[in-house]
C-alpha cells in the first residue's frame, strides 16, 4: 500500500505540487491522470527519490521511505517516461548492471533475466544492442529490468508515450497480466483510453492538484453515460450534452445543427465536467 500525506513541492518559488493526498490499495492499478505539467512525474520521482520534496510523508507498506529510502527502494520498480536504457550495451547487459546495483546475487540476476525477458516477449532479442531495437521493444526491456528485483510495487510514467496504438494494446496487456501476480500498480498518463482501460481507481490532477480520485464506472456514470456532440450552425465548436439514457437523446437533436455525434461518455467528458480544462491538447 502507498500512503502519500499532504506532499509539496516547488520550483523557483512556483507551487508544482500542492498538498497532495492519496492512498493506493495493495493490488490494484492506480492512475494518475492529468495534462502536460500538471505533476505526475514529479510526483513518481519524489516517490523514487529522484527529486526532493518540501515538505509531506510517503509510506510504502508502513516503511517511511524518506526516513528509510533503502529499504523502501527495495520494495519499488520504476518504469521512467523517458527510456534510460544504455543504447551501447545489449539488452542482458542492462539488465545485469540493473540487478548488481540492487545487490542481487548472480545466479538469481541470470534465472530473473532468463524469466522476464521471455515474460514480455523479448528473450530473442537478449544479446542484441538496445539502439538496434524499436521503441515498443525498448519499452518491454524497461518493464523487465524493472520488474527484476522482485518490487511489490511498479511505477509506470507513461508507459506508452510515443508507441503506435497496437503496441501499445500489448503493453496494456502485460500491465494486467503483471497486476494478476500481485504487484501493485501506479501509472501516470494523459491517454484517456489508457486510463479508462487499466485502471481500477483514477486521480485526476491538473495543475500540481488532485482534483478527486474514483472509479471509472463511478466517474462516468456521475456525468451521465451517454453523450451527444452537436456542431451548431452558429457556433465553431461542439457543445455536448450529457444524458443517463440513450433514449433521452432525442428530443435534443433540433435543426439547427451542422453535425451531431451520439456516443459513450469518456474519462476525458468527466475531466472538462471537472476543471473546464481538457486532458489532451491543455
Ligand atoms: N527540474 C525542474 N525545474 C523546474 N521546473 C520543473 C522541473 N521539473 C519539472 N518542472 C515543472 O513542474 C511542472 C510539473 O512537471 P511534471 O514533469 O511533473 O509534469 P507531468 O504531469 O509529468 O507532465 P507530462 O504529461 O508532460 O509528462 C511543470 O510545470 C514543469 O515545467
Ligand atoms: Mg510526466
Redesign the pocket.
Known sequence: MIVINNLNKS??NVK?LKNISLKVESGEIFSLL?????????IIRIINGLTKRDSGNIYIDNIDIFKSPQKGKSLIGLIP?SVNLDIDLSVEENLIIHGLLFSMKFKEIKSQIEELLKYVGMYEKRGEKVKNLSGGMRRRVLIARALLHKPKILFLD?PTVGLDPSIRRKIWWLVKKIQSKGTTIFL?T?YIEEAEFLSDRVGFIDNGEIIEINTPKNFIKRTGEWALDILETDREDFKTLFFKDKNEIQPFITDNFNKINIRRVNLEDVFVKLTGRKVKNA
Open positions: 520550483y523557483n508544482i492529468g495534462p502536460n505539467g500538471a505533476g505526475k512525474t514529479t517516461q507513461e501516470t494523459h
